[in-house]
C-alpha cells in the first residue's frame, strides 16, 4: 500500500474527523468560558474584594521609567494567571459532567438485559421439525 493511499485511509477515518470536530468546539468553547470569567464570574468577585480588576493585577519587579523610553515595565501579571486558572477550571468541570453523564448512560445500557430471543419463523420452525424427524428415524 502506497503512502499517500495509506494516509488517505487514516485521514478518511472516523476517528480523525471525530476528533477534528472536537478540536474545533473545543476552541469556539474556549471563547466562551473566557467571555463567562472575564464578564460574569470575575466582576462579582471584584465588586465583593473591593472593585479590584484581577485582570490588571501584577507585581512590578522594574518600573517603567517615562524619562527614557528604553526602560521598559517588567511585571508578573498574577491577575491574568488567576483568570486562566478559574477558566481551566470551568472547562474541567464541564468536561467531568459531560463524562459523568456519558459513563451514566453506558452503565445504564450495560445494565439492560438483553432482548429474548425472537420466536422462529415459520420456515424455521418446518425445518426444525424436519430435523426433529429425522433424528427419530432408525438408523440415522
Known amino acids: 500500500m502506497g503512502l499517500l493511499s495509506e494516509f488517505r ?5 472516523g476517528n480523525v474527523v471525530d476528533l477534528a470536530v472536537g478540536v474545533i468546539i473545543g476552541a469556539a468553547f474556549n471563547g466562551i468560558v473566557k467571555s463567562l470569567v472575564d464578564q460574569v464570574v470575575m466582576p462579582p468577585i471584584g465588586l465583593m474584594t473591593g472593585g479590584i480588576d484581577f485582570s490588571e493585577l501584577e507585581w512590578v519587579l522594574r518600573p517603567e521609567n517615562p524619562a527614557t523610553a528604553e526602560i521598559e515595565k517588567v511585571a508578573i501579571q498574577y491577575g491574568a494567571f488567576l483568570n486562566t486558572v478559574i477558566q481551566f477550571l470551568i472547562v474541567a468541570w464541564v468536561v467531568f459532567l459531560m463524562v459523568k453523564g456519558i459513563n451514566t448512560l453506558r452503565r445504564r445500557e450495560a445494565a439492560k ?10 420456515t424455521e420452525s418446518l425445518l ?3 430435523r426433529d424427524e429425522l433424528r427419530q428415524r432408525p438408523g440415522a
Open 128 to 130: 426444525i421439525e424436519i
Open 9 to 13: 485511509e487514516f485521514a478518511v477515518k
Open 113 to 122: 438485559p438483553d432482548p429474548a430471543p425472537s420466536a422462529p419463523t415459520a
